[in-house]
């Protein structure tokens, strides 16, 4: 395949994960309310039982803001898909096996991101309003909330896929099983380094929350390079 049939092809995937998007963005703009319930039901409690809108424009701004971000997640599935089948005609047969498990495995990592920032949202939440004590009340706009909230999700999300890049630089011969397990310290020292780098709170008890799991899913991904990719 030449350079220019390479363009024409990666235009065609760009054209599709575009599509995948724009229809994904239309379906979370007309599901807007319901999403958004989802989104605020972490920092709504007793101590805060509103956010607030700031500007005449800025709940238009969220609606757009909480659309795109919904669009983005929905149309995951397809743009996966769609890298894969990009750089699949530079693999051998017996490789193209694994695009169906590369996307399905792609996805479940980030929904056990996701999953986990959803879990600890609430506590990391209260554990950072507990500081606003006294004279200061806590005061919650919905733009701050979301980018914040947005933050994380992306965060643990994309922390979630370390283990597919293990498994691939094992597959291509970088890396062993015998090596990984030799860098078991220095992967519990990077997990907390991650988890504190990536959560915007950076209180401990976030920055733990995807520490270990990381380190479980770093565990994971040795046995998975031992038996798996050996057999």
Do not use: N
């Not at 996805?107 to 606003?132: E, N, Q, R």
């Not at 597919?164 to 890396?175: C, E, K, N, Q, T």
């Amino acid at each position: 395949m030449s350079v220019i049939d390479h363009l024409e092809e990666l235009r065609t995937r760009l054209i599709v994960c575009v599509i995948g998007f724009v229809l994904g963005t239309a379906i979370a703009y007309i599901f807007y309310q319901p999403i958004l319930d989802f989104l605020l039901h972490p920092v709504l409690s007793k101590r805060v039982p509103a956010v607030y809108v700031s500007g005449v424009v800025t709940a238009f701004v969220v609606r757009l803001k909480v659309s795109v971000f919904a669009g983005f997640i929905i149309a995951l599935p397809v743009t996966l898909f769609e890298m894969w089948r990009f750089i699949t005609p530079g693999l051998e047969p017996r490789e193209k096996r694994y695009a169906v498990p590369f996307v399905l495995s792609s996805l479940a990592l980030f929904a056990l991101g996701t999953f986990f920032a959803f879990l600890i949202l609430p506590t990391g939440i209260k554990f950072l309003l507990s500081f606003a004590s006294g004279p200061l009340k806590p005061l919650i706009f919905i733009d701050q909330y979301l980018s914040f909230l947005m933050f994380m999700i992306l965060a643990f999300g994309i922390s979630f896929e370390f283990p597919l890049v293990l498994i691939f630089l094992a597959g291509v011969g970088i890396i062993s099983s015998r090596q990984l397990r030799a860098k078991r310290r220095h992967a519990i020292f990077l997990a907390f380094v991650v988890g504190a780098v990536a959560t915007p709170s950076q209180d401990p008890y976030s920055m733990t929350a995807m520490a270990v799991p990381l380190y479980i899913l770093y565990e994971v991904s040795i046995l998975v390079v031992r038996f798996a990719l050996k057999k």
